[in-house]
């Protein structure tokens, strides 16, 4: 067992005066039970707890950390930046250069537009699709998280006609009835929904490839046949790529599969372990978001010159060397996944490994999901145990069964093969 004490009494500590001691639920280690460990420092692909561990991290700050923790471009860019000022509520330079870049990846952002996180990128792309179709309604997939905005904090409600309830206190039920639910990877229920409401919803959105169901891959064509029921329809397509844009390849899903959606929404890589977001799309889409149009957005730190110039340091080192690290990350989730796999055969396991690229999830059923309702026959007692083995031998996983893993550029052969042996040894302590 590791030792805890220091994180045991702070998180007493810190369960006072914050709601369970974390200004994010999923750090909490709810459904894995035990105590989350506070972080000092990280380095690479290790994180570092105030009692002194050290951990193999897979978390990696949810998925922006793909050069592995403190790189030092994103370093040195960031010490930069703020010797010329944290924020100036001006225009700058640096936000052109970043916007610039993205696009140059993003062919089907056109224009696009910074904001402060991943929410709020998906909160304004829904208000700019409501705008410019002048309809009310979303479309959604059950499994996929787009942040906290009210109009996606919805499940599916019981009837034909599929309207939204909330799944939150505090979001109001006549909004939730404009979000539709839909499973993923079943365009039969797509087709189902479309006929109910033909012309009143105003977009499909969705994480093309889910990671926030534990990692969900699209069957073949489903991207294809989103985008072409939404043509028909008049409806938008939103892409939401904040985990998977930059991760999946330089420009993520989009450039993966070939499908290009109307609005893409980023966060998380894009901003170096920095808060930012963006959201964008053609410039027919775009000449709505003021102030050039009549869809309000604004943000007081939006383009903050660090968060900036740590995106800028990311994506350019990433774009300079994609030809080195996107393969290299191909090969590393892939022996992972291979060495793993390998075990589980021999063991007879009931265990199915989902990788897409440097993201996986190793879930507890036998078959690949390929949605929520899939997913949630998972054995989640037996994960929580298997978790918590992993930790003790010191590999730091996602802490529940319905999160993705990511692996970094910087999480070498050594790391790979001391993780391998901590899975073998966890499931056999199980
Ligand atoms: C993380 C995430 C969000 C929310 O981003 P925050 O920065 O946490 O607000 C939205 N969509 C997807 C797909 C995400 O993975």
Redesign the pocket.
Known sequence: MKKTKLSERYHQKAKQIIPGGVN?PARAFLSVGGVPRYIKSAKGPFIKDIDGNKYIDYVMS??PMILGHTHKNIRLAVQKALKSGASFGAPTVAEYELARLVKSIYPAMQKLRFVN??????MSALRLARGHTGRDMILKFDG?????CDSLLVAAGSGAQTLGVPNSKGVPADLARLTLTARFNDEKDVERIFKCHPDSIAAVIL?PVI??MGLIKPREGFLEFLRAITRKHGTLLIF?????GFRLAPGGACELYGVSPDIV?L??IIGGGL?I?CYGGSLDIMKNVAPEGGVYQAGTLSGNPLAVAAGIAMLRTLIKNKDKIYPALEEKGKFLEESMNAIIKRRGEKIFVNRKGSMFTIFFTSEEPVCADCAKKSDTAKFSKFFHEMLNRGVYMAPSQFEANFISYAHDRQCLDKTVKAFSEALEAL
Request: charged letters at 20%.
């Open positions: 994010s949810w998925g996180s991943g929410t709020e990128a998906v996929c998280y787009h942040g906290h994480e990671g926030n939401d790529e904040v985990m998977t929404t966060g998380k808060p977001g």
